[in-house]
């Protein structure tokens, strides 16, 4: 168990725009930093993180919290693992007191996956650079095809003996054992229990995730055998999802973000020749054909997709058909294309690096006049086929959620195509009417299966719900004076650590102004109970909690409630002073009135609730004389509600 000094150190030194900004392209927004949430698909961004708080949140699907939530959120860690992992980001050595042997055993579940893959990584290595058979067969290949060796180290290239269970034996000699090396697919156990590498006799490409730890291989065979796959790539395990990792991404993602423009390559090789020209931000989609899955991870970082497509013509048709999903994400998509025969690989060491970087950067094109030109060839005069590729762009224009950007092709493909633009914006609007249309009638027939999977519901209540007057009591929603709680723990988070400087009150904080006007007041939220007992107990002992308290408290409802009272997705532009002249006052340039209003519209609820009970009771007590009992009882707390309704402005019907 890490100790308590090394976890403040943790929480005092991590920045959460450092931490979040090596995993989401941040752009500054006002007070805010914003970017598309990792957590769930969207295209506008709804993600804020705010630096003077430390925090994290998302408008969009409501996650949040400080750095260490967000390493267990995004990377599936544990709070020690998080916690360890940002002890590592920022140089700091972790002190750790014993675990039980089950706290162990749990923790090491997971983490001996990764240190096996690490440790494969470190054979393989160490085969290519430092045995004969490396050198000979491994290091001469890739230096055959033009690689240098800063390259080759700095994506932990490496290489497989071919011997049946090289690796294997020497993990099991090193301690590992043979279950995590079955479960991240680096040996294979066959029908006879006979135990093997799956990797024999290839060079070796290690996959790492967004942190930099190798989750699983690819590896290439040298060997000229068709009847030999040429690609092996790690199965799915529980640290490795291929269709949510992009190869090159951990060297990548700050050239990505910093250049605001991701190349995306097919191979293995390709990452490693573009990296060598010295274009870094360059990705692949790590054998596997691109998922959607994919194109958002691109999406975190930037907006922009360029793809380096091989030059073969066949090639290049097929992988059309499978891009229109990146146009649907909302990025935008160029594409370059390499000559005949050559891939981003051959061509790169072809020409050199220089002529290489040149070229991609004056050959990139628009994906759809790329695409629609690539097909007119192929259609050539036909009519028929012509008129199939018309639709054939259309349709890519129509997944193209911006409708201006959308426009703006339609135009642009009128020329290219000879077709007036009336027709295709024609056609565009039939597309999108008809995939909405179908997407409403999917709504429906879900809608509808989900209420003939059960009793069908009454259209209204059971007559015994209801008397003359309508619904009875039994019917009636009970009102809460949930807001009013939750406003009054805001501006304990916002403003309690401030001083009170106002008419005949002096020396004392926000905070313990409002405890002491709300200390006959029962609070009903049980989240708002606790943090307000809390408070209160603070108090009493001379301390003063802080909203920073709340927001990295260890139980996550508690945390949640204070990240959400503490952030806004509003922010009030800079632009209503600065060019309009329009100032604009904010709650904090009169906090008495706030203060106050916050204590005294949870008074008024608490006060009206007490009067609708009293005025049930009034109504059905028999006894004379409890009757009028209860009825100066009202006057009493009507006055009290009088008084409260002329503070804040309201009118009472009398």
Same mark, same amino acid.
């Given at each position: 168990?890490?100790?308590?000094?090394?976890?403040?150190?943790?929480?005092?030194?991590?920045?959460?725009?450092?931490?979040?900004?090596?995993?989401?392209?941040?752009?500054?927004?006002?007070?805010?930093?914003?970017?598309?949430?990792?957590?769930?698909?969207?295209?506008?961004?709804?993600?804020?993180?705010?630096?003077?708080?430390?925090?994290?949140?998302?408008?969009?699907?409501?996650?949040?919290?400080?750095?260490?939530? &967000?390493?267990?959120?995004?990377?599936?860690?544990?709070?020690?693992?998080?916690?360890?992992?940002?002890?590592?980001?920022?140089?700091?050595?972790?002190?750790?007191?014993?675990?039980?042997?089950?706290?162990?055993?749990?923790?090491?579940?997971?983490?001996?996956?990764?240190?096996?893959?690490?440790?494969?990584?470190? &054979?393989?290595?160490?085969?290519?650079?430092?045995?004969?058979?490396?050198?000979?067969?491994?290091?001469?290949?890739?230096?055959?095809?033009?690689?240098?060796?800063?390259?080759?180290?700095?994506?932990?290239?490496?290489?497989?003996?071919?011997?049946?269970?090289?690796?294997?034996?020497?993990?099991?000699?090193?301690?590992?054992?043979?279950?995590?090396?079955?479960?991240?697919?680096?040996?294979?156990?066959?029908?006879?229990?006979?135990?093997?590498?799956? &990797?024999?006799?290839? /060079?070796?490409?290690?996959?790492?995730?967004?942190?930099?730890?190798?989750?699983?291989?690819?590896?290439?065979?040298?060997?000229?055998?068709?009847?030999?796959?040429?690609?092996?790539?790690?199965?799915?395990?529980?640290?490795?999802?291929?269709?949510?990792?992009?190869?090159?991404?951990?060297?990548?993602?700050?050239?990505?973000?910093?250049?605001?423009?991701?190349?995306?390559?097919?191979?293995?090789?390709?990452?490693?020749?573009?990296?060598?020209?010295?274009?870094?931000?360059?990705?692949?989609?790590?054998?596997?054909?691109?998922?959607?899955?994919?194109?958002?991870?691109?999406?975190?970082?930037?907006?922009?997709?360029?793809?380096?497509?091989?030059?073969?013509?066949?090639?290049?048709?097929?992988?059309?058909?499978?891009?229109?999903?990146?146009?649907?994400?909302?990025?935008?998509?160029?594409?370059?294309?390499?000559?005949?025969?050559?891939?981003?690989?051959?061509?790169?060491?072809?020409?050199?690096?220089?002529?290489?970087?040149?070229?991609?950067?004056?050959?990139?094109?628009?994906?759809?006049?790329?695409?629609?030109? !690539?097909?007119? %060839?192929?259609?050539?005069?036909?009519?028929?086929?012509?008129?199939?590729?018309?639709?054939?762009?259309?349709?890519?224009?129509?997944?193209?959620?911006?409708?201006?950007?959308?426009?703006?092709?339609?135009?642009?493909?009128?020329?290219?195509?000879?077709?007036?633009?009336?027709?295709?914006?024609?056609?565009?609007?039939?597309?999108?009417?008809?995939?909405?249309?179908?997407?409403?009638?999917?709504?429906?027939?879900?809608?509808?299966?989900?209420?003939?999977?059960?009793?069908?519901?009454?259209?209204?209540?059971?007559?015994?719900?209801?008397?003359?007057?309508?619904?009875?009591?039994?019917?009636?929603?009970?009102?809460?004076?949930?807001?009013?709680?939750?406003?009054?723990?805001?501006?304990?988070?916002?403003?309690?650590?401030?001083? /009170?400087?106002?008419?005949?009150?002096?020396?004392?904080?926000?905070?313990?102004?409002?405890?002491?006007?709300?200390?006959?007041?029962?609070?009903?939220?049980?989240?708002?109970?606790?943090?307000?007992?809390?408070?209160?107990?603070?108090?009493?002992?001379?301390?003063?909690?802080?909203?920073?308290?709340?927001?990295?408290?260890?139980?996550?409802?508690?945390?949640?409630?204070?990240?959400?009272?503490?952030?806004?997705?509003?922010?009030?532009?800079?632009?209503?002073?600065? %060019?309009?002249?329009?100032?604009?006052?904010?709650?904090?340039?009169?906090? %008495?009135?706030?203060?106050?209003?916050?204590?005294?519209?949870?008074?008024?609820?608490?006060?009206?609730?007490?009067?609708?009970?009293?005025?049930?009771?009034?109504?059905?007590?028999?006894?004379?004389?409890?009757?009028?009992?209860?009825?100066?009882?009202?006057?009493?707390?009507?006055? !009290?509600?009088?008084?409260?309704?002329?503070?804040?402005?309201?009118?009472?019907?009398?």
């Amino acid at each position: 168990m890490i100790n308590r000094e090394t976890i403040d150190k943790i929480m005092d030194t991590a920045r959460i725009e450092e931490v979040v900004g090596d995993f989401v392209h941040l752009k500054k927004r006002g007070t805010s930093l914003i970017g598309n949430c990792p957590f769930h698909g969207e295209k506008t961004p709804s993600f804020h993180v705010s630096v003077t708080k430390g925090i994290y949140k998302c408008f969009g699907c409501g996650k949040g919290g400080d750095s260490v939530r &967000f390493i267990m959120d995004h990377e599936k860690y544990s709070y020690p693992e998080a916690l360890k992992f940002l002890a590592n980001k920022y140089n700091i050595e972790v002190e750790e007191t014993e675990l039980t042997p089950q706290d162990t055993e749990a923790q090491n579940a997971k983490e001996s996956l990764y240190v096996v893959s690490q440790f494969a990584t470190a &054979f393989f290595v160490k085969q290519l650079w430092e045995t004969q058979e490396g050198k000979t067969i491994g290091l001469s290949y890739f230096k055959e095809r033009g690689f240098r060796e800063d390259i080759l180290k700095k994506f932990e290239v490496g290489y497989s003996p071919d011997v049946w269970d090289a690796m294997t034996q020497s993990a099991v000699n090193a301690g590992h054992k043979l279950e995590f090396l079955e479960q991240t697919g680096l040996s294979i156990k066959n029908d006879n229990g006979k135990i093997y590498d799956r &990797f024999r006799g290839r /060079v070796m490409f290690p996959i790492h995730n967004f942190t930099g730890r190798v989750i699983g291989f690819g590896g290439r065979t040298l060997k000229t055998d068709k009847n030999v796959p040429k690609y092996v790539n790690s199965p799915e395990s529980e640290i490795y999802h291929k269709s949510n990792v992009l190869y090159g991404l951990f060297h990548a993602k700050k050239a990505i973000r910093d250049l605001d423009n991701c190349y995306l390559a097919e191979g293995y090789a390709d990452v490693l020749s573009v990296h060598q020209a010295g274009v870094e931000n360059v990705v692949a989609s790590s054998g596997t054909s691109l998922t959607v899955e994919q194109i958002k991870l691109i999406g975190r970082f930037t907006q922009n997709v360029t793809i380096l497509f091989d030059g073969d013509a066949a090639g290049i048709k097929a992988s059309l058909r499978g891009l229109d999903m990146i146009l649907e994400e909302g990025l935008n998509v160029k594409i370059v294309s390499f000559p005949d025969g050559h891939d981003p690989d051959s061509y790169m060491h072809h020409v050199g690096a220089g002529a290489f970087k040149t070229y991609i950067e004056d050959n990139r094109k628009d994906f759809i006049l790329y695409k629609a030109n !690539v097909l007119l %060839k192929e259609a050539g005069t036909d009519p028929i086929k012509r008129a199939g590729i018309i639709r054939d762009i259309v349709e890519s224009i129509a997944k193209i959620p911006d409708p201006i950007k959308a426009s703006v092709f339609i135009r642009e493909s009128s020329s290219l195509l000879q077709i007036e633009e009336s027709i295709l914006l024609s056609e565009l609007n039939k597309m999108r009417s008809n995939k909405s249309k179908k997407a409403f009638e999917s709504n429906q027939r879900s809608n509808q299966n989900n209420y003939n999977s059960g009793a069908p519901e009454p259209l209204g209540p059971p007559d015994d719900l209801w008397d003359d007057n309508g619904p009875s009591a039994t019917t009636q929603v009970a009102e809460t004076d949930e807001n009013q709680e939750k406003e009054i723990i805001r501006l304990l988070l916002a403003y309690g650590h401030e001083f /009170v400087n106002w008419d005949n009150i002096d020396d004392m904080y926000i905070g313990s102004f409002i405890m002491q006007n709300l200390a006959d007041v029962e609070f009903e939220n049980s989240v708002c109970k606790q943090i307000v007992e809390f408070y209160k107990v603070e108090l009493d002992n001379g301390r003063l909690p802080t909203a920073n308290h709340f927001i990295k408290h260890e139980e996550r409802i508690i945390a949640d409630l204070a990240i959400d009272l503490s952030t806004s997705p509003y922010a009030l532009s800079e632009n209503w002073l600065n %060019k309009h002249l329009i100032y604009v006052k904010d709650e904090s340039m009169n906090l %008495k009135a706030t203060i106050l209003g916050g204590i005294f519209h949870l008074k008024k609820r608490k006060v009206d609730r007490i009067l609708t009970s009293l005025l049930k009771e009034i109504k059905d007590e028999s006894d004379g004389d409890n009757q009028m009992i209860l009825m100066q009882r009202y006057g009493v707390i009507k006055n !009290v509600e009088r008084e409260i309704s002329k503070f804040l402005g309201s009118v009472i019907v009398k």
